[in-house]
């Protein structure tokens, strides 16, 4: 049987170059044998040859990034799925692999829609590890909250931490703390503070709250709520914690390159919130920097980052009484082209709904200057009219999310990682 799938492996690498090539498995975060997740659910061996094609599959299709690689990569993940005929545990946990392979080269071609279905796929695997399951639920949040399905990240998030506590896990103190985090990252979104803040509590002592998503989700909190010097700690262990870490199973918008750029990007609008310009800039350059590596320079993610630094330039003119209207309005400019942002006159345009929040901040801040420019101010009226209507945040308004006041009230934080204003 592992004879045949490795002949498998080998027709389907050779459909794609002609050739077999050799797989090293340092070429993602997928290890064999499969480690611990959280550290504290083990995850038994998913099969050789699998993982194998899962590391041929990935590596090809991100080596050009392009619509072509990513088919090809996704035929490959295909004819393993295939190869996968038992179902027993072990057979689960090698599906359960390759289809959250799947969930990544989908979500990173731009097409969440399908990444969502691999990762509900996931879950029905009902005999494989808990530790995949883990993954796969916080992958499926964060695209649904993306995805601008809020409530049904949240009834995902609460059927985890109820299968959670039914299995008796809620012992296991990184499974209990991770479901929590879930359901306190979408009740964030949602704007339940109150609901947010029973689930985060206790969070800063935790040892895995280091380098994952729960820290940066719990900094994320703190900010909102106004403890800025806990969230920067956050934001920081959340840093450390990514640049220290072999090995981690995770995907889509939730992976640990997604984690670092995320509060790489929260730190630096914090130390713009605070007035700290001079790190801001230092620090949102850098997200800028890691964004356009990874995901290429014309993404919209890029789009999204962008924002975060044009609303610091923003602040800092306000804060300084300084002008810098001209590189504003490049970077709103820039922001919104690569988000794809409809005309202001078509009606009837469609909107991004995974960036439509953030694309009605840059839209906003936009028009902050075209105002108070006496042959302009028509024009940006109708801009603030499209931000106000595509604006959709609970929490905070956006008039309020645009202006920092004294003493320092509500902010919006721009999450990287999901594209939505917390």
Not at 15 to 40: F, K, Q, W
Not at 68 to 74: F, H, N, P, T
Not at 240 to 257: A, D, F, P
Not at 290 to 316: D, F, Q, W
Request: contains cysteine; hydrophobic residues 40%; proline residues 2%.
């Amino acid at each position: 049987m592992i004879h045949a799938a490795t002949k498998c492996a080998r027709a389907a690498a050779a459909t794609i170059r002609g050739r077999a090539i050799p797989v090293r498995s340092s070429l993602v975060r997928y290890s064999t044998p499969l480690r611990l997740i959280h550290g504290e659910i083990s995850v038994p061996n998913a099969n050789h040859v699998a993982i194998q094609m899962v590391n041929y599959a990935l590596s090809h299709a991100r080596s050009q990034r392009s619509d072509e690689s990513y088919a090809q990569g996704m035929l490959v993940l295909e004819q393993c799925l295939g190869n996968q005929a038992s179902d027993d545990k072990a057979s689960q946990d090698s599906k359960a692999t390759v289809l959250l392979a799947m969930s990544d080269l989908l979500y990173e071609s731009g097409n969440s829609s399908e990444a969502i279905e691999r990762l509900k796929q996931v879950m029905s695997l009902t005999l494989s590890s808990f530790g995949i399951r883990v993954v796969a639920v916080e992958a499926l949040v964060g695209l649904l909250i993306q995805s601008g399905q809020d409530d049904a990240s949240l009834n995902v998030a609460d059927e985890f931490l109820e299968l959670v506590k039914e299995r008796g896990h809620e012992n296991l103190q990184g499974v209990a703390a991770t479901a929590k985090t879930i359901k306190g990252l979408t009740e964030l979104v949602k704007g339940s503070i109150e609901s947010a803040e029973s689930l985060f509590q206790g969070l800063e002592n935790h040892e895995i709250c280091k380098g994952s998503n729960i820290a940066l989700s719990y900094g994320e909190f703190l900010h909102a709520t106004g403890n800025f010097e806990m969230a920067k700690e956050m934001y920081q262990k959340a840093i450390q914690g990514v640049t220290e870490t072999k090995e981690s199973m995770s995907s889509c918008n939730m992976n640990l390159k997604a984690v670092s750029l995320a509060a790489t990007f929260a730190l630096g609008q914090l130390e713009s919130h605070i007035g700290n310009f001079g790190d801001a800039e230092e620090t949102l350059t850098s997200a800028l920097t890691s964004a356009e590596a990874h995901y290429g320079h014309s993404h919209p993610k890029v789009g999204v980052i962008l924002t975060g630094v044009a609303l610091m330039y923003r602040n800092k003119a306000k804060q300084e009484r300084s002008s810098s209207i001209m590189i504003q309005e490049g970077l709103f400019r820039r922001a919104l082209e690569l988000m794809k942002a409809p005309p202001l006159d078509d009606t009837e345009g469609i909107i991004n709904v995974e960036t439509q929040e953030v694309m009605a901040l840059a839209r906003g801040g936009y028009a902050g200057l075209l105002l108070i420019q006496e042959n302009r101010r028509s024009e940006g009226e109708k801009m603030k009219s499209w931000a106000e209507s595509a604006w959709r945040n609970r929490r905070i308004s956006l008039s309020e999310a645009l202006t920092l006041s004294e003493p320092l009230g509500k902010v919006g934080i721009i999450d990287a990682r999901t594209t939505r204003v917390l």
